[in-house]
């Protein structure tokens, strides 16, 4: 459906994307990800033809970008880039309206059928209410949904997207990307975007193209993209951490002596208070299998833990008494001890021994 072929994109003779090979497929969600400044904006700019290229190709559906005409380029990509537009004494709808431009004959006088897809469209992301508000006198997100709609109005096999989540709450994000879904399953529409939440692009996308210093540094599926340590070095992250699986970030631990050690089970809601407060403390004994495992290894200062499925060893125990030893108190949500992690419930017995059992 698109393609570019050593693309260099940027202003003026300054490069900001470099050498970038691209292969999108009609039907599919492309997000692109990377840092502040990586040149996503740019890379979608330039392939939508709203920024000349400094060099290479970009083809739509195999025909050189540059030998389409300005109307047949408007009837086959629509835009929502980054940046309020300023259009003067419009209404919401009018401006949805003018996604037909395109369609209209020299003196852009809209049919009844255009007027209806442009009530289609503005019901189908929920602006109905502010149809007829100045769109100077809107919020930010209500801004964002009338441009979904002028996008949606412009009926166009592929739609480019910059950021198109930024300014909603989190209702409003979940909404405008099940309308995109929605699209692309019923009229096989092309998407191509950029996100900054890494979670809602592993979960809406079919390929992932990320970004970094001035090039396409991966693409591959979203399984591809989020596995292992990928998205720390992606975004160079070292004051916290972005769990792959789960989609989850976190901030970075509190390094230092564990001044509280918490006995695993159900202890998620209590670790992050512990980090919030600023005290180091402990966990243990913790199967790498159970599902707080993620979330208590990325706040806990150290984690004692043992193999998935196994019961807790000698060995794991002692550690944990270890640590307790040289803790001010021990903190223990768990009511109940199964099979597996019984052991915890021997830590619990040690900590009530040596006065350090929190009441």
């Known amino acids: 459906m698109l393609e570019t072929k050593s693309l260099n994109a940027g202003y003026g003779k300054k490069i900001?994307?470099?050498?970038?090979d691209i292969h999108i497929n009609r039907?599919?969600?492309?997000?692109?990800?990377?840092?502040?400044?990586?040149?996503?904006?740019?890379?979608?700019?330039?392939?939508?033809?709203?920024?000349?290229?400094?060099?290479?190709?970009?083809?739509?559906?195999?025909k050189d970008i540059s030998l389409y005409q300005r109307n047949e380029l408007a009837r086959t990509v629509s835009l929502m880039l980054t940046g309020k537009?300023?259009?003067?004494?419009?209404?919401?709808?009018?401006?949805?309206?003018?996604?037909?431009?395109?369609y209209t004959g020299t003196l852009g006088i809209l049919s009844a059928e255009d007027k209806k897809k442009a009530l289609d469209a503005i019901k189908l992301v929920g602006g109905e209410d502010i149809a007829d508000n100045d769109i100077?006198?809107?919020?930010?997100?209500?801004?964002?949904?009338?441009?979904?709609?002028?996008?949606?109005?412009?009926?166009?096999?592929?739609?480019?997207?910059?950021?198109?989540?930024s300014f909603l709450d989190i209702k409003h994000k979940l909404e405008l990307l099940n309308i995109l879904k929605n699209l692309?399953?019923?009229?096989?529409?092309?998407?191509?975007?950029?996100?900054?939440e890494l979670d809602?692009?592993?979960?809406?996308?079919?390929?992932?193209?990320?970004?970094?210093?001035?090039?396409?540094?991966?693409?591959g599926t979203p399984e591809e993209i989020f596995s292992g340590d990928y998205i720390n070095k992606l975004y160079d992250i070292k004051c916290g951490s972005y769990n792959d699986i789960y989609g989850f970030s976190e901030l970075e631990k509190i390094s230092g002596t564990p001044e509280i050690f918490v006995i695993s089970g159900n202890c998620t809601e209590l670790c992050r208070k512990l980090q919030r407060d600023g005290i180091p403390f402990a966990v243990g004994v913790i199967q790498e299998n159970d599902a707080e495992y993620p979330i208590i290894s990325a706040l806990a200062s150290v984690t004692v833990t043992e193999k998935a499925y196994e019961p807790i060893s000698p060995e794991k125990l002692q550690l944990a008494k270890d640590i307790i030893k040289n803790c001010r108190e021990?903190?223990?949500?768990?009511?109940?001890?199964?099979?597996?992690?019984?052991?915890?419930?021997e830590l619990?017995?040690?900590?009530?021994?040596h006065n350090k059992l929190k009441k």
Not at 330 to 345: A, D, E, H, M, Q
């Open 16 to 20: 900001i994307v470099n050498n970038a």
């Open 27 to 62: 039907g599919e969600i492309t997000t692109l990800i990377g840092s502040n400044g990586s040149g996503k904006s740019t890379l979608l700019k330039t392939i939508s033809s709203q920024l000349e290229k400094i060099s290479g190709n970009i083809y739509i559906q195999d």
């Open 85 to 102: 537009t300023e259009p003067e004494l419009m209404t919401c709808l009018e401006l949805v309206e003018s996604g037909r431009y395109p």
């Open 136 to 165: 100077n006198k809107t919020s930010d997100g209500q801004r964002q949904k009338i441009m979904l709609a002028r996008a949606i109005c412009q009926e166009t096999d592929i739609m480019i997207l910059d950021e198109p989540t």
């Open 184 to 196: 692309v399953r019923e009229k096989n529409t092309t998407v191509i975007m950029s996100l900054h």
């Open 200 to 219: 809602l692009a592993q979960k809406i996308s079919d390929k992932i193209i990320c970004v970094k210093n001035n090039k396409i540094d991966r693409i």
């Open 330 to 345: 021990v903190v223990c949500n768990c009511k109940t001890f199964g099979t597996v992690n019984r052991g915890n419930l």
């Open 348 to 353: 619990l017995e040690f900590a009530e021994k």
